[in-house]
């Protein structure tokens, strides 16, 4: 479709193209021919931009041209042979600016390079040029670069604009940047020119959307700061005056913005004023005075203009300056009395701000006609005094000329025609007069005295737009503002791409309409719109504008545009030439343009003295609007140029020569499909496109129709919907249910208007740069979602509010507030929509859903531009499916609702009111008694209605449809229709299913069943989510999620339901919660509680909830949970229908009792029975023992925090019966227990020194025994009592440790599927394995990767059917050790489990040495335990210490569970002591230091005595042979000898390798290092002998002796114990075996050695 070119940019096209023509002419009303040129280019043409005297272009493949005046070089470029700027080729160019003499570029790297006048610095400081350089010939790069962060960093522009003095360049982080000269930079400087870009902090931090400039002022459209600490809806767009809504205080403070003598910024008017009532401080008046050109600037010459008139000779007719400005320098000493000349730097003369005085009704002069016949006076008088000079110049000279630097308010140095002419003097070269300032300055405060408004502002305009304020004050920079996102910088983009993507909204993509303009620099003609023509040194924001949503900012020599999203134009500044399209009089406030009805305006450009836009008319080509300058003014000057008083009269006589209403150029209609307009001095150029196969056509004609849809819907919201939402009666009227719902239909409706403004916005932004956009990127393509949201929203609310009747109400309420004014109503309907009766309202309203027929259709025919197999086709087809889609769904809920509005008026009355909601919509109902209830009484009246969100039954006695007695209303979330089956009695039955209740209705024919029954499947599938279109009969969703409130008696009574359910049942996962607060969040089946789920129930006495989560059944707690009980006990383990039943942890509060306690262990029937470890955590006991009925029972041991160890039996709680009790100081005693610790009876105490006192005992053990026996002190020679000795001998009490935790492994084989041990199917096992698996994934959405990566390869199950072998064996043992560290698989719940009843019996208090048996056979058990279920999971394995085969014609492979040839030893230690042992290892190695803790002193000591000698001293004593004694060491590498001072030299791997053994935690591992301990030895011995060398034990032992005495390993006598009772039993006889012996022959020999 687009003939995209690709070639480098010096190929040459030979057809013209189609896109980018360029048409220019000079500036002319209708009432001359225009004289059109049109630019034949090889290339399209993307930007026109356009200075005083010249122009660029800018054409596809990045090629820059410039023609006209380009004094800088001394060339005259005539339009039809522009010159290619060859420096810029290959800089890939973007954007070009033109200012009043100078050029910039934009690449599209975002670099800055400018060319042309550098007088005033705005070319600034390039790399080739200095600070004298006049003038720049060739485009040079200008780096704008943020001094502020370190490092220095180059900004990225997107944007650029120029004046005449000054430039301004927009960043990617919209943040402004200005050069130059003059207050329009914005800048916080005295020094000028400005050679550097600065930031323009006053705008900093925030989101500039577009900059321009004109001769000496300037405008940035800036996105509005949202509203602080305000939640409410998106606001609504301020009507132009005040908002009845805001307070006197704020009426007051818009006029007390704007002080008597302080610019809005804050800075004092009476110190000194450069030019325009810019502000200086007396030190800025030096930097006024930087050096400028000398003589006058080259100009073009003019049409009339004698060759022989010099640009400042004067000679001519023109009543004006050689700058075209009238000078006030004669009037001044009618007014004060001083006769001084104000002149400039360069001898023009300084005007005074008086001429302006005209046009203010509130100005210094109380009487108007009093002020109109001085100026008039004033007028005559300096035409008198001064001759009229000749044509000379209609321009400012230059920059150095500075038309505005004196304080002025005449018309603009560019107009030709002025209402309040003057005479010029002849150049002078004297200084500013300052005291003329001054004096004039208080002149105009003594006559401004007791004005409200104390500027040169009309008061009556402050008044009209004080309500529109701002919302952020001037210079409060705030930072963090949203940024636009990064261009995309695929292709070269066009003049408007930067501004498009630049009002994008941050998130969104669409262009923002809370906007506001801001404005600075020089005001004599009130072209900054503040209201006064005062000038500006900082950034203000215009107050009128803010709320206007403007989209568009244009800058004139001394006027400036704003264009807003609703297609207005609002202008101000001079008006000298009616550039201002509203009037004669220059304004000094925003106001609208004049334009003709019917005309959107969508793109504006000013110019030197004229206007010109881009408009929207009655087809769908655009048209071209003019205002302004006629070029005849030019030729027709000399002949006007004597009539000096038509000169200085504003009357219609001078309508002849300038357009003051925007008018049609005839000649735009014969230039094409226009894309965008562009001024720049006298001349005017359009940028247009032809209608290549439709598509120019079709985009124009979608922009058009939605501009028009949002004019329609800003009117609407303006003139109908905000007058009677503000309305003060309108909810007496409506009434409150209809109310709510007109604000809500109010509220989608602005929402509907801002969406479609910002995409009436965003199309035209596309069409200012049709060439370089993708048709894919339009907004209804890419924000489809967004507008089907808005478009639904809007129907439903509109939908809504028919419903409920409000239209009939609202119509009686338009009628008394439209009053007479009923042609307001007429403007807003649309063709084909009469004015009469309550239907207009509603077709009205209705309109806006036309539109989404007309998306399809536009984007159906920009399809058909496109090749069908083309992505764009794809796009633009798919969606204009779904514009179509969408425009017939709502169409249909039109209908539903205009159905139902007919419904609920044809069955009015109180009854039926109850069931009339907003959302509901009638299906069908049967009032034609075409169903009923089966079984029906002859004398009830049943009635059916069927709703989209519910079917009603009514009954009563009486046959009629107003009235009933009773109704029942069915959710169809939660009703399940099935088709009942004819049978013999012949009846068109359908089953109607609801929660609580079931039903059968009765159709009259089979006609009659199937229409109920399509509509009630179509209905519930609607409901649910679905189409409602295609649903067969019976099949509607048998499962589905909803909710559901119970009624009926039951557990549920009263309950509110959200969940799933299954053909009428709670079935699922979901949520029911009951009116006394409880609540159950989980898994249901078949109507009850079943599977995970959390519950919440209410304590009402201790006022705190109790909490459980875990497993159900069957609706009661049953299962492995966790209950949180209201009085602080926390209770997790095995439930049984609601009961603690099986294994469980207990944890007490102090809340719940006087003392905190822990106890774990076995429960039947929620209460404590078998065996259980009781901590006693206030007293410090630990009770280890069997329970029955909540009471210790039984065998048990019990061990305080004092080291007091006791072992008996228990009775009803109590020590009752025979028992051992040792205290910490090894005294023991055995004998019968009456009470706890209390001794009664027989029994035998043994003190630690061996004495011994047996007889009869009485009292308790800690304050005092009483004692009748024999006390007996044995002899030194007497034989050991042995009898005596087994009395206190450990363990006789103890439950057997393969007794204590059978309630843990009762509950792994349960969570298997199976009753007892080993009794249950091994499939049901791997499928509840495979089950729990699958519920974790599916139910813990917040695993972690490692976790989910451990689930996924558990669900591969190794092959436990066939025999194991060496080949799979691996498989086995990994997928175990998978298993028991995933705490989701039984198995490894089993391993958690054991952990934590292990170290609840043997941590804190239970940190007993005595218990250090008990501790090493309860693991022992553990492994017992475990390889049974290894076995019934895998039954190919062998019993413990079995062997494993290798497989057939496998070769033998080595494993360290075994040694012997060809097999594989597993035993249970082997294969799950790994798994287990590392986790227990810290309480149990504890228990094992404490009982070595005698025999580690006497280690220890000796090893710190030992270690202080040297190596080969240690060596000697040790008797090991010299031989063996080690000559050299290795240190970093380097080899040094070993002498007799040398320490820790020797053997020093295997000391390092030996030290090893403290950091593993199995006995296999630390076997493994003792055996890499003596390689490592073996290594370092064998270069110092000779031939095969093999060890001897007389050898070997003191060697080993020497490494384990340098090893230093502490707790070793636990190390070698620890060993010793877990080793694995088949590796006890091998070479590991007798390298453990060597080990522990060291430690005794270490320990008791006597020569050591």
Same mark, same amino acid.
């Given at each position: 479709?687009?003939?995209?070119?690709?070639?480098?940019?010096?190929?040459?096209?030979?057809?013209?193209?189609?896109?980018?023509?360029?048409?220019?002419?000079?500036?002319?009303?209708?009432?001359?021919?225009?004289?059109?040129?049109?630019?034949?280019?090889?290339?399209?043409?993307?930007?026109?931009?356009?200075?005083?005297?010249?122009?660029?272009?800018?054409?596809?493949?990045?090629?820059?041209?410039?023609?006209?005046?380009?004094?800088?070089?001394?060339?005259?470029?005539?339009?039809?042979?522009?010159?290619?700027?060859?420096?810029?080729?290959?800089?890939?160019?973007?954007?070009?600016?033109?200012?009043?003499?100078?050029?910039?570029?934009?690449?599209?790297?975002?670099?800055?390079?400018?060319?042309?006048?550098?007088?005033?610095?705005?070319?600034?400081?390039?790399?080739?040029?200095?600070?004298?350089?006049?003038?720049?010939?060739?485009?040079?790069?200008?780096?704008?670069?943020?001094?502020?962060?370190?490092?220095?960093?180059?900004?990225?522009?997107?944007?650029?604009?120029?004046?005449?003095?000054?430039?301004?360049?927009?960043?990617?982080?919209?943040?402004?940047?200005?050069?130059?000269?003059?207050?329009?930079?914005?800048?916080?400087?005295?020094?000028?020119?400005?050679?550097?870009?600065?930031?323009?902090?006053?705008?900093?931090?925030?989101?500039?959307?577009?900059?321009?400039?004109?001769?000496?002022?300037?405008?940035?459209?800036?996105?509005?700061?949202?509203?602080?600490?305000?939640?409410?809806?998106?606001?609504?767009?301020?009507?132009?005056?005040?908002?009845?809504?805001? @307070?006197?205080?704020?009426?007051?403070?818009?006029?007390?913005?704007?002080?008597?003598?302080?610019?809005?910024?804050?800075? $004092?008017?009476?110190?000194?004023?450069?030019?325009?009532?810019?502000?200086?401080?007396?030190?800025?008046?030096?930097?006024?005075?930087?050096?400028?050109?000398?003589?006058?600037?080259?100009?073009?010459?003019?049409?009339?203009?004698?060759?022989?008139?010099?640009?400042?000779?004067?000679?001519?007719?023109?009543?004006?300056?050689?700058?075209?400005?009238?000078?006030?320098?004669?009037?001044?000493?009618?007014?004060?009395?001083?006769?001084?000349?104000?002149?400039?730097?360069?001898?023009?003369?300084?005007?005074?701000?008086?001429?302006?005085?005209?046009?203010?009704?509130?100005?210094?002069?109380?009487?108007?006609?009093?002020?109109?016949?001085?100026?008039?006076?004033?007028?005559?008088?300096?035409?008198?005094?001064?001759?009229?000079?000749?044509?000379?110049?209609?321009?400012?000279?230059?920059?150095?000329?500075?038309?505005?630097?004196?304080?002025?308010?005449?018309?603009?140095?560019?107009?030709?025609?002025?209402?309040?002419?003057?005479?010029?003097?002849?150049?002078?070269?004297?200084?500013?007069?300052?005291?003329?300032?001054?004096?004039?300055?208080?002149?105009?405060?003594?006559?401004?005295?007791?004005?409200?408004?104390?500027?040169?502002?009309?008061?009556?305009?402050?008044?009209?737009?004080?309500?529109?304020?701002?919302?952020?004050?001037?210079?409060?920079?705030?930072?963090?503002?949203?940024?636009?996102?990064?261009?995309?910088?695929?292709?070269?983009?066009?003049? @408007?791409?930067?501004?498009?993507?630049?009002?994008?909204? &941050?998130?969104?993509?669409?262009?923002?309409?809370?906007?506001?303009?801001?404005?600075?620099?020089?005001?004599?003609?009130?072209?900054?719109?503040?209201?006064?023509?005062?000038?500006?040194?900082?950034? /203000?924001?215009?107050?009128?504008?803010?709320?206007?949503?403007?989209?568009?900012?244009?800058?004139?020599?001394?006027?400036?545009?704003?264009?807003?999203?609703?297609?207005?134009?609002?202008?101000?500044?001079?008006?000298?030439?009616?550039?201002?399209?509203?009037?004669?009089?220059?304004?000094?406030?925003?106001?609208?343009? *004049?334009?003709?009805?019917?005309?959107?305006?969508?793109?504006?450009?000013?110019?030197?003295?004229?206007?010109?836009?881009?408009?929207?008319?009655?087809?769908?080509?655009?048209?071209?609007?003019?205002?302004?300058?006629?070029?005849?003014?030019?030729?027709?000057?000399?002949?006007?140029?004597?009539?000096?008083?038509?000169?200085?009269?504003?009357?219609?006589?001078?309508?002849?020569?300038?357009?003051?209403?925007?008018?049609?150029?005839?000649?735009?209609?014969?230039?094409?499909?226009?894309?965008?307009?562009?001024?720049?001095?006298?001349?005017?150029?359009?940028?247009?496109?032809?209608?290549?196969?439709?598509?120019?056509?079709?985009?124009?004609?979608?922009?058009?129709?939605?501009?028009?849809?949002?004019?329609?819907?800003?009117? %609407?919201?303006?003139?109908?919907?905000?007058?009677?939402?503000?309305?003060?009666?309108?909810?007496?009227? =409506?009434?409150?249910?209809?109310?709510?719902?007109?604000?809500?239909?109010?509220?989608?409706?602005?929402?509907?208007?801002?969406?479609?403004?910002?995409?009436?916005?965003?199309?035209?932004?596309?069409?200012?740069?049709?060439?370089?956009?993708?048709?894919?990127?339009?907004?209804?393509?890419?924000?489809?979602?967004?507008?089907?949201?808005?478009? *639904?929203?809007?129907?439903?609310?509109?939908?809504?509010?028919?419903?409920?009747?409000?239209?009939?109400?609202?119509?009686?309420?338009?009628?008394?507030?439209?009053?007479?004014?009923?042609?307001?109503?007429?403007?807003?309907?649309?063709?084909?929509?009469?004015?009469?009766?309550?239907?207009?309202?509603?077709?009205?309203?209705?309109?806006?859903?036309?539109?989404?027929?007309?998306?399809?259709?536009?984007?159906?025919?920009?399809?058909?531009?496109?090749?069908?197999?083309?992505?764009?086709?794809?796009?633009?087809?798919?969606?204009?499916?779904?514009?179509?889609?969408?425009?017939?769904?709502?169409?249909?809920?039109?209908?539903?609702?205009?159905?139902?509005?007919?419904?609920?008026?044809?069955?009015?009355?109180?009854?039926?009111?109850?069931?009339?909601?907003?959302?509901?919509?009638?299906?069908?109902?049967?009032?034609?008694?075409?169903?009923?209830?089966?079984?029906?009484?002859?004398?009830?009246?049943?009635?059916?209605?069927?709703?989209?969100?519910?079917?009603?039954?009514?009954?009563?006695?009486?046959?009629?449809?107003?009235?009933?007695?009773?109704?029942?209303?069915?959710?169809?979330?939660?009703?399940?229709?099935?088709?009942?089956?004819?049978?013999?009695?012949?009846?068109?039955?359908?089953?109607?299913?609801?929660?609580?209740?079931?039903?059968?209705?009765?159709?009259?024919?089979?006609?009659? *069943?199937?229409?109920?029954?399509?509509?009630?499947?179509?209905?519930?599938?609607?409901?649910?989510?679905?189409?409602?279109?295609?649903?067969?009969?019976?099949?509607?969703?048998?499962?589905?999620?909803?909710?559901?409130?119970?009624?009926?008696?039951?557990?549920?009574?009263?309950?509110?339901? %959200?969940?799933?359910?299954?053909?009428?049942?709670?079935?699922?996962?979901?949520?029911?919660?009951?009116?006394?607060?409880?609540?159950?969040?989980?898994?249901?089946?078949?109507?009850?509680?079943?599977?995970?789920?959390?519950?919440?129930?209410?304590?009402?006495?201790?006022?705190?909830?109790?909490?459980?989560?875990?497993?159900?059944?069957?609706?009661?707690?049953?299962?492995?949970?966790?209950?949180?009980?209201?009085?602080?006990?926390?209770?997790?383990?095995?439930?049984?229908?609601?009961?603690?039943?099986?294994?469980?942890?207990?944890?007490?509060?102090?809340?719940?009792?006087?003392?905190?306690?822990?106890?774990?262990?076995?429960?039947?029937?929620?209460?404590?029975?078998?065996?259980?470890?009781?901590?006693?955590?206030?007293?410090?006991?630990?009770?280890?023992?069997?329970?029955?009925?909540?009471?210790?029972?039984?065998?048990?041991?019990?061990?305080?925090?004092?080291?007091?160890?006791?072992?008996?039996?228990?009775?009803?709680?109590?020590?009752?019966?025979?028992?051992?009790?040792?205290?910490?100081?090894?005294?023991?005693? !055995?004998?019968?227990?009456?009470?706890?610790?209390?001794?009664?009876?027989?029994?035998?105490?043994?003190?630690?020194?061996?004495?011994?006192?047996?007889?009869?005992?009485?009292?308790?053990?800690?304050?005092?025994?009483?004692?009748?026996?024999?006390?007996?002190?044995?002899?030194?020679?007497?034989?050991?009592?042995?009898?005596?000795?087994?009395?206190?001998?450990?363990?006789?009490?103890?439950?057997?440790?393969?007794?204590?935790?059978?309630?843990?492994?009762?509950?792994?084989?349960?969570?298997?599927?199976?009753?007892?041990?080993?009794?249950?199917?091994?499939?049901?096992?791997?499928?509840?394995?495979?089950?729990?698996?699958?519920? &974790?994934?599916?139910?813990?959405?917040?695993?972690?990767?490692?976790?989910?990566?451990?689930?996924?390869?558990?669900?591969?199950?190794?092959?436990?059917?066939?025999?194991?072998?060496?080949?799979?064996?691996?498989?086995?043992?990994?997928?175990?050790?998978?298993?028991?560290?995933?705490?989701?698989?039984?198995?490894?719940? =089993?391993?958690?489990?054991?952990?934590?009843?292990?170290?609840?019996?043997?941590?804190?208090?239970?940190?007993?040495?005595?218990? =250090?048996?008990?501790?090493?056979?309860?693991?022992?058990?553990?492994?017992?335990?475990?390889?049974?279920?290894?076995?019934?999971?895998?039954?190919?394995?062998? $019993?413990?210490?079995?062997?494993?085969?290798?497989?057939?014609?496998?070769?033998?492979?080595?494993?360290?569970?075994?040694?012997?040839?060809?097999?594989?030893?597993?035993?249970?230690?082997?294969?799950?002591?790994?798994?287990?042992?590392?986790?227990?290892?810290?309480?149990?190695?504890?228990?094992?230091?404490?009982?070595?803790?005698?025999?580690?002193?006497?280690?220890?000591?000796?090893?710190?005595?030992?270690?202080?000698?040297?190596?080969?001293?240690?060596?000697?004593?040790?008797?090991?042979?010299?031989?063996?004694?080690?000559?050299?060491?290795?240190?970093?590498?380097?080899?040094?000898?070993?002498?007799?001072?040398?320490?820790?030299?020797?053997?020093?791997?295997?000391?390092?390798?030996?030290?090893?053994?403290?950091?593993?935690?199995?006995?296999?591992?630390?076997?493994?290092?003792?055996?890499?301990?003596?390689?490592? /030895?073996?290594?370092?011995?064998?270069?110092?002998?000779?031939?095969?060398?093999?060890?001897?034990?007389?050898?070997?032992?003191?060697?080993?002796?020497?490494?384990?005495?340098?090893?230093?390993?502490?707790?070793?006598?636990?190390?070698?114990?620890?060993?010793?009772?877990?080793?694995?039993?088949?590796?006890?006889?091998?070479?590991?075996?007798?390298?453990? %012996?060597?080990?522990?022959?060291?430690?005794?020999?270490?320990? !008791?050695?006597?020569?050591?």
């Amino acid at each position: 479709m687009e003939n995209r070119e690709d070639s480098p940019a010096y190929e040459q096209v030979p057809t013209p193209p189609e896109r980018g023509l360029l048409h220019i002419w000079k500036s002319a009303g209708p009432s001359e021919e225009l004289c059109l040129e049109r630019v034949l280019l090889s290339r399209p043409v993307l930007q026109v931009t356009l200075g005083e005297h010249h122009g660029l272009l800018l054409t596809q493949g990045s090629q820059v041209y410039s023609f006209g005046e380009l004094l800088w070089r001394d060339l005259s470029i005539p339009l039809s042979a522009p010159v290619l700027e060859e420096s810029l080729l290959g800089k890939s160019v973007v954007r070009v600016a033109a200012g009043g003499f100078h050029c910039g570029a934009l690449s599209e790297q975002g670099n800055v390079y400018m060319w042309g006048e550098n007088t005033a610095g705005q070319c600034g400081l390039t790399e080739k040029g200095t600070v004298t350089n006049t003038t720049v010939s060739e485009p040079c790069p200008v780096s704008v670069v943020d001094s502020e962060v370190v490092p220095p960093a180059v900004v990225r522009v997107m944007d650029l604009a120029c004046g005449r003095e000054h430039s301004l360049a927009l960043s990617s982080q919209n943040e402004l940047w200005a050069w130059g000269s003059g207050c329009q930079l914005g800048l916080v400087t005295n020094n000028f020119p400005v050679w550097r870009p600065q930031k323009v902090e006053h705008l900093a931090g925030r989101h500039v959307i577009q900059v321009a400039c004109g001769a000496y002022h300037s405008l940035a459209l800036v996105r509005s700061l949202l509203p602080q600490n305000t939640t409410q809806r998106p606001p609504e767009k301020k009507e132009r005056g005040q908002s009845p809504h805001s @307070s006197v205080t704020e009426r007051e403070e818009s006029f007390a913005v704007d002080d008597a003598h302080y610019c809005p910024l804050g800075v $004092e008017l009476t110190e000194v004023l450069i030019g325009e009532h810019c502000l200086l401080p007396l030190s800025a008046l030096h930097s006024q005075t930087t050096p400028r050109r000398k003589g006058p600037r080259r100009r073009l010459h003019p049409v009339g203009r004698s060759a022989g008139s010099s640009p400042g000779s004067g000679a001519g007719s023109c009543p004006y300056s050689g700058d075209g400005k009238s000078s006030t320098t004669q009037m001044l000493p009618q007014l004060d009395g001083h006769a001084d000349n104000l002149t400039q730097t360069d001898g023009r003369p300084v005007s005074h701000p008086l001429s302006c005085w005209g046009a203010n009704k509130n100005s210094a002069f109380p009487d108007e006609m009093e002020l109109q016949n001085l100026l008039q006076k004033l007028s005559g008088h300096s035409l008198e005094m001064q001759p009229v000079s000749g044509p000379g110049d209609t321009d400012s000279l230059s920059s150095q000329t500075s038309d505005d630097s004196c304080v002025s308010s005449t018309p603009s140095t560019d107009l030709l025609i002025s209402s309040n002419s003057g005479v010029s003097g002849p150049y002078s070269s004297s200084p500013v007069c300052l005291e003329e300032v001054r004096l004039c300055l208080e002149a105009e405060k003594k006559a401004l005295q007791g004005q409200k408004s104390s500027s040169l502002t009309n008061i009556h305009q402050k008044g009209k737009t004080a309500g529109n304020r701002r919302r952020s004050l001037p210079g409060t920079p705030t930072h963090g503002s949203p940024r636009r996102r990064r261009p995309c910088a695929c292709r070269p983009s066009s003049a @408007s791409r930067t501004q498009a993507a630049a009002s994008e909204e &941050a998130g969104d993509g669409l262009p923002s309409m809370e906007t506001e303009v801001w404005s600075w620099g020089r005001g004599s003609e009130g072209q900054l719109g503040h209201g006064d023509q005062l000038a500006r040194l900082q950034p /203000l924001c215009i107050k009128s504008l803010t709320g206007e949503e403007v989209i568009k900012v244009a800058a004139g020599s001394h006027h400036s545009l704003a264009l807003s999203a609703q297609c207005k134009v609002y202008s101000w500044g001079s008006n000298m030439c009616g550039q201002l399209g509203h009037g004669n009089s220059p304004v000094t406030v925003p106001q609208q343009a *004049k334009l003709s009805d019917g005309l959107r305006v969508w793109d504006v450009s000013a110019g030197q003295s004229h206007s010109l836009l881009l408009a929207d008319g009655d087809c769908v080509q655009p048209i071209l609007l003019y205002c302004g300058q006629h070029q005849d003014s030019l030729s027709g000057q000399s002949k006007r140029s004597h009539q000096s008083q038509r000169s200085c009269q504003r009357s219609p006589s001078r309508a002849e020569i300038y357009s003051v209403r925007p008018t049609l150029l005839p000649l735009c209609m014969e230039m094409g499909y226009i894309s965008s307009v562009r001024c720049g001095g006298q001349s005017c150029a359009v940028l247009a496109d032809q209608n290549v196969m439709g598509f120019i056509s079709a985009i124009h004609e979608l922009a058009s129709r939605e501009r028009h849809f949002y004019c329609w819907l800003s009117n %609407t919201r303006k003139l109908l919907l905000t007058p009677l939402r503000n309305r003060e009666g309108v909810c007496p009227t =409506l009434g409150e249910p209809c109310t709510h719902l007109f604000f809500s239909l109010c509220e989608s409706f602005v929402r509907l208007s801002i969406m479609i403004g910002r995409h009436a916005t965003s199309l035209s932004y596309f069409l200012h740069d049709v060439q370089g956009r993708d048709v894919t990127s339009l907004l209804l393509l890419t924000h489809t979602d967004d507008f089907q949201d808005i478009y *639904k929203e809007y129907c439903s609310a509109l939908g809504n509010f028919q419903v409920m009747g409000g239209f009939q109400s609202l119509h009686k309420l338009s009628l008394e507030f439209l009053g007479s004014q009923r042609s307001m109503l007429a403007q807003l309907c649309v063709p084909n929509q009469a004015v009469s009766g309550d239907a207009d309202l509603v077709s009205l309203l209705y309109w806006p859903l036309e539109q989404l027929h007309q998306y399809s259709r536009v984007l159906l025919k920009l399809a058909a531009c496109y090749d069908v197999l083309t992505e764009e086709y794809q796009y633009l087809h798919q969606g204009c499916g779904q514009y179509e889609s969408l425009s017939l769904s709502l169409l249909r809920r039109k209908k539903e609702a205009e159905t139902t509005f007919v419904f609920w008026k044809s069955h009015s009355g109180k009854n039926t009111e109850v069931l009339r909601l907003p959302q509901r919509r009638v299906v069908c109902e049967s009032s034609n008694r075409s169903l009923t209830l089966q079984k029906a009484g002859r004398f009830s009246n049943h009635w059916f209605i069927l709703f989209n969100d519910a079917l009603v039954h009514t009954q009563s006695s009486i046959p009629s449809q107003n009235f009933f007695s009773t109704h029942h209303v069915y959710p169809l979330t939660c009703l399940w229709v099935k088709p009942v089956t004819e049978d013999t009695s012949g009846l068109y039955a359908i089953k109607i299913t609801c929660p609580e209740e079931s039903f059968t209705l009765v159709a009259s024919t089979p006609q009659e *069943k199937n229409k109920w029954l399509r509509s009630l499947n179509q209905a519930v599938d609607q409901v649910l989510g679905g189409g409602g279109q295609g649903s067969s009969p019976g099949v509607t969703a048998i499962s589905r999620t909803a909710s559901y409130t119970f009624t009926g008696e039951g557990r549920f009574k009263d309950a509110h339901y %959200t969940g799933g359910w299954l053909a009428g049942r709670v079935h699922g996962r979901g949520t029911m919660k009951w009116p006394d607060g409880r609540t159950y969040t989980g898994n249901f089946k078949n109507g009850l509680e079943d599977g995970y789920g959390e519950s919440v129930m209410p304590d009402k006495v201790l006022n705190k909830p109790d909490s459980y989560q875990g497993q159900w059944r069957d609706g009661k707690i049953h299962g492995f949970g966790k209950y949180k009980y209201a009085s602080g006990e926390v209770y997790e383990g095995c439930f049984y229908e609601g009961q603690r039943h099986g294994y469980g942890m207990l944890s007490s509060g102090k809340q719940a009792r006087t003392s905190s306690s822990v106890f774990i262990g076995q429960w039947i029937q929620d209460r404590k029975t078998g065996y259980g470890v009781y901590d006693d955590i206030t007293r410090g006991e630990k009770y280890m023992g069997m329970w029955l009925d909540d009471q210790r029972n039984g065998s048990a041991v019990v061990v305080t925090q004092y080291g007091v160890y006791f072992e008996g039996t228990f009775k009803e709680n109590k020590m009752i019966g025979p028992g051992l009790l040792l205290s910490d100081d090894d005294t023991a005693f !055995h004998g019968d227990f009456s009470d706890d610790w209390t001794v009664n009876g027989k029994g035998v105490l043994s003190l630690a020194n061996g004495d011994c006192l047996e007889g009869l005992f009485s009292g308790e053990w800690s304050t005092g025994l009483k004692v009748t026996g024999t006390y007996t002190k044995p002899a030194a020679d007497e034989p050991e009592n042995k009898e005596r000795n087994s009395l206190f001998r450990l363990g006789q009490y103890l439950v057997p440790s393969a007794q204590r935790w059978g309630c843990v492994f009762t509950e792994c084989w349960s969570r298997l599927g199976c009753d007892a041990a080993g009794r249950g199917e091994r499939s049901t096992a791997w499928e509840n394995i495979a089950v729990t698996i699958t519920t &974790a994934q599916r139910h813990s959405p917040n695993l972690s990767r490692s976790q989910s990566k451990a689930l996924e390869s558990l669900e591969f199950i190794p092959p436990q059917g066939e025999a194991v072998t060496t080949a799979n064996f691996d498989n086995i043992r990994r997928y175990f050790i998978k298993a028991c560290e995933t705490p989701i698989h039984p198995l490894g719940w =089993l391993v958690e489990t054991l952990v934590t009843v292990y170290r609840m019996t043997y941590v804190g208090v239970g940190s007993n040495r005595r218990l =250090l048996r008990q501790a090493v056979q309860e693991v022992q058990a553990y492994l017992t335990h475990f390889y049974c279920l290894v076995r019934f999971l895998f039954p190919g394995l062998p $019993e413990d210490g079995g062997i494993i085969p290798d497989p057939p014609a496998s070769p033998t492979k080595s494993r360290h569970n075994s040694n012997i040839e060809g097999i594989v030893v597993v035993s249970c230690s082997s294969l799950l002591l790994p798994l287990l042992l590392p986790r227990l290892y810290p309480p149990l190695f504890t228990l094992y230091s404490l009982q070595e803790e005698q025999e580690e002193a006497q280690y220890w000591e000796r090893i710190l005595r030992l270690n202080k000698q040297p190596d080969q001293s240690l060596l000697s004593f040790l008797g090991v042979q010299e031989k063996f004694w080690p000559v050299w060491m290795s240190i970093l590498g380097e080899k040094k000898q070993i002498v007799s001072s040398s320490k820790d030299a020797c053997f020093v791997s295997a000391v390092e390798t030996l030290q090893q053994i403290s950091t593993t935690f199995t006995p296999s591992d630390k076997l493994m290092v003792i055996q890499k301990t003596f390689e490592e /030895l073996t290594q370092e011995v064998k270069p110092m002998l000779d031939g095969d060398f093999l060890w001897c034990m007389d050898d070997l032992l003191p060697l080993f002796l020497y490494v384990v005495l340098r090893a230093r390993i502490r707790n070793l006598g636990a190390e070698v114990n620890l060993i010793e009772d877990l080793m694995d039993p088949n590796v006890q006889h091998g070479e590991m075996g007798l390298m453990f %012996t060597t080990l522990k022959a060291c430690y005794i020999q270490i320990q !008791h050695e006597s020569t050591l």
